[in-house]
């Protein structure tokens, strides 16, 4: 029996494999239903599109090469196998995706004339860059509690993302309608995980490295340990609680995220 490491690796590389012909698949069928949104609907969603592409090939790279960023851990010892490089990427791949929500937001609030959706748009994607700061500076200093704080950012930009979509949607036509509630249904369980597993997971290992008399880095020490090679872990307690976020993030979110561009052009119920 292989060990859960190699099997969850293995779904992991299968599921980027998916992804990637996934989204190339949704390219095709966006080009061949050009004619079907007006112009500038259509220019949109191919900024959608692209802002997918970014993300799965992000999550793709993730996927091949996991990694824990605290404790610089990760499954394969190779030349890229570096915190700074998987922590870049990430933070590529997680603006792009933050984007494309900003960008619906965008619609909507143009479409319904929703003052609070055209304000949550502009506010959605600076809020997320400051997330990426405290991650990293989470993962220089190892210090968990900065990711706590990064995670409920992101949990506050779902809520501020889910509210405005429930603003727009008494205003819209009933197809925009059926989209913006698996946008709020969506919203919902994301927040709904994010307070009750990810944060609170955060803030267990940041009072348990309290209790241990855990000494931070400084930046500057920690920039060094993450451009040097992870260390090689393949024990299954040091990956088990992080699997199901990070399977989650690999499937489910990119899955999400090529969606976004198929969405029907959102309309208000007097058109």
């Known amino acids: 029996m292989p060990d859960p490491w190699l099997t969850w690796w293995l779904v992991l590389c299968a599921a980027a494999v998916v992804n990637v012909a996934a989204w190339r698949y949704s390219a095709l069928t966006l080009d061949r239903h050009a004619a079907r949104f007006p112009p500038d609907v259509y220019e949109t969603r191919r900024m959608l599109l692209w802002l997918s592409a970014i993300y799965v090939l992000g999550c793709g790279f993730r996927s091949v090469f ?8 990760c499954l394969h010892d190779t030349w890229i196998s570096r915190v700074f490089v998987g922590r870049s990427v ?14 619906l937001l965008r619609e909507a609030g143009a479409a319904t004339g929703s003052r609070f959706a055209a304000a949550v748009s502009l506010v959605l994607l600076p809020l997320i860059a400051v997330a990426e700061m405290l991650s990293w500076y989470a993962v220089l200093t190892a210090n968990y509690l900065f990711h706590a704080a990064e995670n409920s950012l992101w949990t506050a930009g779902a809520v501020l993302a889910v509210t405005a ?11 925009s309608r059926w989209f913006l509630a698996g946008a709020i249904l969506c919203g919902v369980g994301y927040v709904a995980f994010m307070v009750a597993v990810d944060v609170p997971m955060y803030l267990a290992r940041w009072r348990a490295d309290l209790a241990a008399g855990h000494q931070y880095l400084s930046p500057g020490a920690g ?11 393949r024990d299954w307690a040091a990956w088990r609680d992080d699997v199901p976020w990070l399977s989650l993030y690999f499937t489910v979110a990119v899955w999400i995220s090529i969606a976004l561009a198929h969405m029907p052009p959102l309309k208000a119920v007097r058109q």
């Open 165 to 175: 979509f429930a603003a727009s949607r008494p205003a819209s036509d009933r197809r």
């Open 90 to 103: 990430a933070t590529v791949a997680e603006l792009a995706f933050a984007a494309q929500w900003a960008v």
């Open 223 to 233: 920039l060094r340990e993450v451009l040097e090679r992870c260390v090689v872990t």
């Open 66 to 73: 996991p990694m824990v960023d605290v404790p610089r851990h």
